[in-house]
């Protein structure tokens, strides 16, 4: 065994933590990386972290396009404020009623960040894998440096779609038991039902991002803490994202909440971002604030 | 939080309990994934043996997995009627085997 000859590009990774192995770094040519948004469970945030996260990822310069797996039900052009302006979809792209240019809208904040919004009347069938890898080949191939894939909820054909060709997957959680447990189930999707797992190319990264976090709330007793959560699905955290209401307002708006820097939310999602870019952030928003002793009398 | 509230006495801890029922159908879940299905037939198979001898009653029987370490305990709980025909009385018996995963 010992004078087997390896070859480099065939040595497996071995589970020594490899700083930044999967960031792009100085010197190494620049790949898309295809990361969904996912969850299992419904109303957690999915389309929210999806616009905050591609328009992070753009604010820092990078080319970004975002597209919105729930066909049927679309949502992500509401909350990226573009709804207007959808003229053509995925479905229409999939099936060449249209070029992929004439489908991605142009964001009028960031010249790098292009949306792809979902068919809204078509049914779930209408997303192949084949038509799904040609869009993302064909995105790869424009030099898009981030594709987000805005899930839809559940574990059928959309939802297995947006994460087959993943590299790096968020899954976005409530801290509260029914999202946790179909987190768990979303977990063991990933690592079977997967491109990567297919071939053995590795794994999909895996990270856990909280949302509707209330530190009140931790604090008290009734509600689980990150480190809770993290200990049941044992994977790292890529942010907590505290209950605000910045939450609402931004998409009442159409402006995703990360553009909100004084919402406790917007700065957790450019915290969010950060640590997705590869720097370390401390975790912020963890902590209950402290409430006066009237406060705690008479309500807040 | 009003007036009532803060001299009403703390409700245990609701997060801790969350934790505990999730650690546990979360390591269920897992151990059922990507492995044959054979308990339900593995119980009705023990069933069928037990009832050649004891008179059971199909829903006394209990199997479950778990998984502690890298081994793994099955766990078969049998609810014996009462001898002489007697109504099915809660007499439990466990058998468990353990053994390398």
Redesign the interface.
């Known amino acids: 065994m010992e004078n087997e000859q390896h070859d480099p590009s065939h040595v497996e990774t071995p589970s020594l933590p490899v700083p930044d192995s999967s960031l792009p770094s100085p010197g190494r040519t620049p790949l898309t990386e295809i990361i969904v948004v996912t969850s299992g469970k419904g109303g957690v945030g999915k389309t929210t972290t999806s616009a905050s996260l591609a328009v992070g990822l753009a604010k820092r310069g990078k080319k970004v396009a975002v597209i919105d797996f729930d066909v049927g039900l679309r949502n992500l052009d509401l909350i990226m404020g573009c709804e207007r302006r959808v003229v053509y979809d995925f479905v229409n792209v999939i099936h060449e009623e249209c070029t992929l240019k004439q489908a991605l809208i142009k964001d009028k904040r960031f010249d790098t960040l292009f949306v792809l919004a979902a068919s809204q009347t078509r049914d779930k069938d209408a997303l192949s894998k084949e038509g799904v890898e040609k869009v993302l080949k064909e995105l790869t191939d424009e030099g898009f440096d981030y594709i987000i894939c805005d899930s839809p909820a559940g574990i059928e054909k959309g939802a297995s779609l947006a994460m087959y060709f993943a590299d790096r997957a968020v899954v976005v959680v409530n801290p509260?038991?029914s999202s946790?447990?179909d987190s768990?189930?979303i977990l063991?999707l990933l690592s079977?039902k997967t491109r990567r797992a297919e071939l053995g190319n590795g794994p999909v990264e895996q990270y856990l991002l909280l949302t509707r976090y209330n530190p009140e709330r931790?604090a008290?007793?009734?509600?689980?803490?990150v480190d809770?959560v993290k200990?049941?699905?044992g994977i790292e955290v890529l942010g907590v994202i505290p209950e605000s209401p910045g939450v609402l307002t931004a998409s009442n708006a159409g402006v995703p909440v990360i553009l909100d820097d004084i919402s406790p939310a917007g700065q957790a999602y450019e915290d969010a971002v950060a640590r997705l870019a590869g720097e370390t952030r401390p975790m912020r928003f963890l902590e209950a604030q402290k409430k006066g002793f009237l406060a705690?009398?008479?309500?807040? | 939080?009003?007036?009532l509230d803060?001299f009403r006495s703390?409700?245990?801890?609701?997060?801790?309990v969350?934790?505990e029922?999730?650690?546990i159908?979360?390591a269920q879940?897992?151990a059922q994934?990507?492995r044959p299905d054979y308990l339900p037939l593995l119980r009705r198979e023990i069933l069928e043996v037990i009832k050649k001898y004891v008179n059971v009653d199909p829903d006394a029987i209990d199997i479950h997995v778990e998984r502690d370490g890298d081994s793994e305990v099955l766990e078969l709980s049998v609810a014996l009627p009462e001898r002489n025909g007697a109504p099915p009385a809660p007499t439990e018996t466990t058998t468990a085997a353990a053994g390398e995963a």
């Open positions: 509260e038991v946790v447990r768990d189930r063991g079977s931790v008290g007793g009734d509600m689980m803490g809770d200990e049941i699905l705690r009398i008479f309500g807040s | 939080m009003g007036i803060f703390r409700p245990k801890n609701t997060a801790s969350a934790k029922r999730l650690r159908i979360v879940e897992r994934t990507g």
